[in-house]
């Protein structure tokens, strides 16, 4: 995942973020494979890694004019937060460090797994989802992503409950590859660690705007701790944070990390902005 990185004078953030978390991030991203990714916390550092990487590389070359407003998706927001200039690069990874430190202990606690529901809104899936519930199934909306994409997440059988619903509906189900039921109810045991690292953390105030998962507002530096807390048991409201992005005259996205995949979901809804992903040096179209 790093490899195309190690020349580049950006290298040096990934030692600066094993200096500050204490984990060997150029193991993690250079040889450390999909397994072991699998991890919540490994591939939550990693990730947040490469974000951070590409987000310095854009700003040395002047890539991106002036930040206008960021927002990110689940762990994104804490880019997002760093971009803006609300958290340091060291604040932000210390978090991050601690969110899937915090996030293991729930997913080991309860181990849960996630579904994309296509083809159907949020409030047919959250049907489902209830009448599972209802059932005494434990399963939750956990992403609204777009129009007709719908995450679910909860315990294998609360997810297998949905699926088998949406299946009878004609809609397509894609299994997500994780070992935790996330943005629900069962990641309150991650609550008490994180509240402490955040307690610990400072929040600047910042001139960019920053659009919060948890119900698509903006919010200054003295609300982030309350937010990113609630963000653990909470939904990702992505297609409310992109309505507001647009409400701000936010026209033209750039999406940084490893991989593009909200691109491609912004893409496709109606009035779409222009988005542009970059994730590896020498690859960005301005």
Known sequence: MGDRWRDTAQWRIVDEISAWTGRDVAELILRTGEPGLRRTDSAQLAIFTMSLLALDYL???HSIGP???CAGHSLGEYTALVAAGALTPETGAKLVAARGAAMRIA???????MAAILGAGSEVVEGFAAAARADGARVWVANVNGPRQVVVSGTAEGVDAVAQDARLARLKVVRIPVG???HTPLMRPAVPLLRRALAAAEFERT???VV???DAGLYTATRWRALAERQLTAPVRWTAVL???SRLGCTRLVEVGPSRILAKAIGRGDHAPTVRYFGYPAEFEP
Do not use: K, S
């Open 107 to 113: 997913t080991l606690r309860c181990p849960g797994t």
């Open 243 to 245: 309505a507001t992005l």
């Open 207 to 209: 001139g960019v705007a």
């Open 59 to 61: 700003t040395e070359h």
């Open 67 to 69: 930040i206008h407003a």
């Open 212 to 214: 919060a998962n948890a």
């Open 180 to 182: 935790g039921a996330f």
